[in-house]
């Protein structure tokens, strides 16, 4: 049996891995893709995360997993499909059967992309990766969806490889932070579409075109690539039934990371917070691993 049980290994659960470790705590980190390092590892350039500016998003996981296999952190790959209490000990069972048992558990599975559901777009191939696909549109016609960081994000380094980028958003204003709207706004090739949503999703198993509704009125967009930035959801269904979610989905949890069930503490993009960046993500972790030491002694110390 583990004192800590830390289900993720991007930026959270890697940081909470390290500090656990530090506390002198015997942990495991269940990863469903293997050497994985979150989302952050698909993208191009991180320029905020102090002393690291513009690394690239991979090498910038790469040097947390190295950090947390450094410190003595193990892994476990495999899908976790639920998770019970007993008494003072947490179970944790994987789609392969397999069980992990520990006294306290750190949930750190981050967010997933929120999927554009229009008709057409289960034809096509739309990418929720710019970093992965942006490559296979160059000189081409490519749209990205959304208005926040991801989605400027997504639109600046498209800017560079194809011939015309559309970015279509819903609100009349941006929602991702002025230096980002400013480089995309100079971006000659850049074509902001302001107080619009798609409709349909025209051709055949590539797109051909979108249809946007903007303020009502139906508009037909030639395309030749769809990547789509809308925000996420996250990854929490497992614990419905088992700690507090808000009406989204996100696990309830301070600063502190303790969620409503003692022994059970949530860290990243996955619980309530104003604000999810690497570097917040980073910092829960180390809150949950402190936080689980210190619900560890009580049980062992009876404090």
């Not at 193990?74 to 520990?102: H, M």
């Not at 808000?246 to 949530?266: H, P, Q, R, V």
């Amino acid at each position: 049996m583990y004192d800590v049980i830390i289900i993720g290994s991007g930026p959270a659960g890697l940081t909470a891995a390290i500090y656990s470790k530090r506390a002198m705590l015997n942990v495991i980190v269940a990863e469903k893709d293997y050497m994985g390092t979150g989302q952050i590892s698909v993208t191009e350039r991180v320029d905020n995360y102090p002393g690291l500016y513009g690394i690239n998003g991979f090498d910038l996981g790469e040097k947390f997993r190295d950090h947390a296999t450094q410190s003595g952190a193990e892994f476990y790959e495999g899908q976790a499909v639920s998770i019970t209490r007993n008494k003072d000990i947490w179970n944790v069972e994987f789609a392969d059967g397999s069980t992990l048992s520990a006294k306290a558990v750190i949930y750190a599975a981050g967010t997933s992309y929120r999927r554009l559901e229009v008709k057409g777009g289960d034809k096509q191939r739309i990418s929720y990766c710019v970093v992965c696909d942006g490559a296979f549109y160059k000189g081409k016609t490519v749209a990205v969806i959304g208005g926040g960081d991801t989605a400027l994000g997504d639109a600046l380094y498209l800017s560079k490889i194809a011939e015309k980028v559309y970015i279509i958003h819903r609100r009349d204003e941006f929602r991702g932070n002025k230096s980002l709207q400013a480089q995309v706004l100079a971006a000659g090739n850049v074509e902001p579409i302001m107080c619009a949503t798609v409709a349909e999703v025209k051709g055949d198993t590539k797109a051909e075109a979108i249809v946007i509704n903007q303020n009502g009125d139906l508009r037909e967009i030639a395309v030749d690539g769809i990547f789509c930035a809308m925000g996420s959801v996250p990854n929490s269904d497992l614990l419905k039934g088992v700690c507090n979610l808000d009406n989204s989905g996100y696990i309830k949890a301070d600063e502190d990371c303790k969620t409503s069930e003692l022994g059970l503490f949530a860290a990243g993009d996955v619980r309530t917070t104003p604000l999810r960046q690497v570097i917040t993500a980073a910092a829960d972790g180390a809150n949950a691993a402190v936080s689980a030491e210190k619900y560890i002694s009580g049980l062992v110390f009876g404090k």
